[in-house]
C-alpha cells in the first residue's frame, strides 16, 4: 500500500509533534537526519515526516503571530494533538518519549539511564511519577536549548554539557507550566542559580536586571567580573518560543530580590 494513503495513526502523530518541539522552524525539513531517524522508525518518507511537522507549524500559535502558516493541509490531523499537549504537557511528552523508546527497541529506563539514576529500587506508582518527572524534565531541556540554539541567553556559551534549563516559574510553583517552553530560558550555570535564587530578574523588554541585594556586592571582583556586565543588556532572543511576560513577571514579583 502506497504510503499516502496510509493515515497517520495517533501514535506516529505524537512522535511528529516530539520532534517538532524540539527542532527550529528553519531545520523542519527532509535532509534533516533527526526527520529522517523518525522517518526510518515509522517506516514513513522523510518527505512525509517533514510535512506533518509543517502541519504542527500552522497550528503552533507562535507561528501563527508571526503570520507564517506552515502547511494547513494537515491541520485536521495534528490539531488534536497539539491540543492535547496544550491541556496536559506532563502526559503527552511522557507518552511520546515511551513510544519513542519502544520504536527504537530499547527500554525507556535505558535510554534514559542517566538521569534515571537513584530510580532503580523504587517501586510501583512512586517510581511511575519519578521516572515521568525526570524524563519530562529531560525533554523540556531539549526543547529548551533548541529553542535558544543552544546557546546561553547571557554569555552565548555554546557548549551544552555548560548549560542549564532554568525555569521561569519554577517547577514546584505551578504545575500546568513546568513543561512549557515559554517557562524556560536557556543559561550558564552561574546565572541559572542566580536567577532561580533572585539574585538576577528579566523584565518584559527581555532586559537584565541585577538585585539590590546583588549590588551591595559591587566592589567585588566577582561582581565585577560576571555581573557588573549584566546592567541594560538584553538576553539573546530565542528562534521559537519568547519568555512568557506573565512568567517573567511572576520571577520579578515572587522571587526578584528588589
Same mark, same amino acid.
Given at each position: 500500500m502506497k504510503e499516502e494513503r496510509r493515515l497517520w495513526t495517533r501514535d506516529e502523530l505524537i512522535l511528529a509533534l516530539n520532534l517538532y518541539l524540539k527542532l527550529p522552524f528553519g531545520k523542519l525539513h527532509s535532509g534533516n537526519p533527526d526527520i529522517i531517524h523518525l522517518a526510518q522508525i515509522i517506516d514513513r518518507t522523510p518527505g512525509s515526516v517533514a510535512m506533518r511537522l509543517n502541519n504542527f507549524a500552522s497550528v503552533d500559535p507562535y507561528h501563527q503571530q508571526r503570520g507564517i502558516g506552515g502547511l494547513p493541509g494537515g491541520k485536521r490531523q495534528v490539531e488534536p494533538i497539539w491540543n492535547e499537549f496544550i491541556n496536559n504537557k506532563d502526559e503527552l511528552l511522557f507518552e511520546s518519549e515511551r513510544i519513542l523508546a519502544e520504536k527504537e527497541n530499547v527500554a525507556i529506563e535505558n535510554k534514559f539511564a542517566e538521569v534515571l539514576k537513584g530510580? %532503580? !529500587? $523504587?517501586? #510501583?506508582? /512512586?517510581?511511575?511519577? %519519578?521516572?515521568k518527572t525526570r524524563v519530562n524534565q529531560n525533554v523540556f531541556r531539549q526543547i529548551v536549548m533548541a529553542n535558544y540554539d543552544n546557546k546561553c541567553a547571557i554569555t552565548g556559551i555554546d557548549i551544552s554539557d555548560l548549560l542549564v534549563a532554568s525555569h521561569i516559574i519554577p517547577w514546584s510553583k505551578n504545575e500546568k507550566e513546568r513543561l512549557n517552553p515559554e517557562n524556560g530560558i536557556c543559561l550558564s550555570p552561574l546565572y541559572d542559580r542566580a536567577y532561580d535564587k533572585g539574585y538576577i530578574g528579566i523584565n518584559e523588554k527581555f532586559e537584565i536586571l541585577v538585585s539590590a541585594e546583588l549590588k551591595k556586592k559591587s566592589k567585588k %571582583?566577582? =561582581? $565585577?567580573?560576571? /555581573? !557588573? $556586565? $549584566? @546592567? #541594560?543588556?538584553?538576553? @539573546?532572543? &530565542?528562534?521559537? =518560543? =519568547? &519568555?512568557?511576560k506573565e512568567f517573567l513577571g511572576f520571577h520579578l514579583d515572587v522571587i526578584f530580590r528588589k
Amino acid at each position: 500500500m502506497k504510503e499516502e494513503r496510509r493515515l497517520w495513526t495517533r501514535d506516529e502523530l505524537i512522535l511528529a509533534l516530539n520532534l517538532y518541539l524540539k527542532l527550529p522552524f528553519g531545520k523542519l525539513h527532509s535532509g534533516n537526519p533527526d526527520i529522517i531517524h523518525l522517518a526510518q522508525i515509522i517506516d514513513r518518507t522523510p518527505g512525509s515526516v517533514a510535512m506533518r511537522l509543517n502541519n504542527f507549524a500552522s497550528v503552533d500559535p507562535y507561528h501563527q503571530q508571526r503570520g507564517i502558516g506552515g502547511l494547513p493541509g494537515g491541520k485536521r490531523q495534528v490539531e488534536p494533538i497539539w491540543n492535547e499537549f496544550i491541556n496536559n504537557k506532563d502526559e503527552l511528552l511522557f507518552e511520546s518519549e515511551r513510544i519513542l523508546a519502544e520504536k527504537e527497541n530499547v527500554a525507556i529506563e535505558n535510554k534514559f539511564a542517566e538521569v534515571l539514576k537513584g530510580t %532503580e !529500587n $523504587l517501586k #510501583g506508582e /512512586f517510581k511511575l511519577r %519519578e521516572v515521568k518527572t525526570r524524563v519530562n524534565q529531560n525533554v523540556f531541556r531539549q526543547i529548551v536549548m533548541a529553542n535558544y540554539d543552544n546557546k546561553c541567553a547571557i554569555t552565548g556559551i555554546d557548549i551544552s554539557d555548560l548549560l542549564v534549563a532554568s525555569h521561569i516559574i519554577p517547577w514546584s510553583k505551578n504545575e500546568k507550566e513546568r513543561l512549557n517552553p515559554e517557562n524556560g530560558i536557556c543559561l550558564s550555570p552561574l546565572y541559572d542559580r542566580a536567577y532561580d535564587k533572585g539574585y538576577i530578574g528579566i523584565n518584559e523588554k527581555f532586559e537584565i536586571l541585577v538585585s539590590a541585594e546583588l549590588k551591595k556586592k559591587s566592589k567585588k %571582583e566577582y =561582581y $565585577l567580573q560576571h /555581573f !557588573n $556586565l $549584566l @546592567i #541594560g543588556k538584553k538576553i @539573546i532572543l &530565542p528562534k521559537k =518560543y =519568547y &519568555p512568557k511576560k506573565e512568567f517573567l513577571g511572576f520571577h520579578l514579583d515572587v522571587i526578584f530580590r528588589k
